[in-house]
């Protein structure tokens, strides 16, 4: 009866020293696990942060290009630069100034169409002195050569004969062609009667019936 009551006695307090020991235990915080939290939120945290400066630097950074760039179309475009009265000494919208260098654009197109048909004109006109001036040197060198030759020339009146014969033959023609009811029909006749009368063919084979007659009458 001893043995066993001091054995009930240790099994006792080795009871209780298990059950506080893990009373202690089960109290001590996990601390491991908590700071394992705690980094990872504010890894979270710090992640987010990060994205939401980048998005507000590449927002600032698309402002500031569109910005700039309404700026130096502001300086560009002379329009722009104009005082408008119709809004007063307000700074000009985006509108407006997409407007106005739009009709800038426009502008520019028409004086470069017309610039080009100015230079083709200019460039048919020196076509023309060219021709102008190989035919006088041409008749320079053919009186140089044949001094001459000019002195059987026939007279005034004789040029002003085929002269006559020409425009008489296409008067007869313009007579026939031409209605004179309003000036809106003239001229449409007229430019008809050009188109019809006034080809190279049919001018050629007027002068040389004229000439021909002319010749018969001389001769």
């Keep these: 009866p001893a043995l066993f009551m001091e054995n009930a006695r240790k099994g006792s307090i080795v009871s209780r020293a298990n059950s506080i020991g893990s009373t202690s235990a089960s109290s001590v915080p996990n601390t491991d696990d908590e700071d394992s939290d705690y980094h990872q939120e504010s890894y979270k945290e710090s992640y987010k942060d990060r994205r939401r400066r980048a998005h507000t630097q590449a927002e600032q950074k698309r402002r500031d290009a569109i910005k700039k760039g309404y700026d130096d179309l502001q300086a560009i475009v002379p329009t722009c630069e104009q005082q408008d009265f119709s809004i007063g000494s307000q700074k000009l919208s985006k509108a407006i100034v997409l407007q106005k260098t739009i009709d800038y654009i426009q502008f520019l197109h028409k004086e470069k169409k017309k ?3 100015e230079v083709s004109t200019l460039r048919k006109d020196v076509m023309a002195l060219k021709i102008m001036k190989v ?8 009186h140089q050569d044949n001094p001459n030759e000019g002195k059987d020339q026939v007279s005034d009146e004789v040029k002003f004969n085929v ?7 296409l ?3 313009f007579n026939a062609s031409i209605s004179v009811t309003s ?8 430019f008809s009667w050009i188109e019809e009368h006034c080809k190279p063919q049919t001018l050629q084979d007027i002068v040389i019936r004229v000439l021909h007659q002319l ?3 001389l001769y």
């Excluded at 002269?163 to 033959?169: A, C, E, L, N």
């Excluded at 000036?183 to 007229?190: K, N, R």
């Design 135 to 142: 035919n006088y040197e041409q008749i320079v060198k053919a």
């Design 171 to 173: 008067f007869q023609s």
């Design 215 to 217: 010749k018969s009458q």
């Design 183 to 190: 000036f809106q029909e003239l001229s449409a006749c007229v």
């Design 163 to 169: 002269f006559q014969g020409i425009m008489d033959s």
């Design 115 to 117: 610039q080009e048909e």
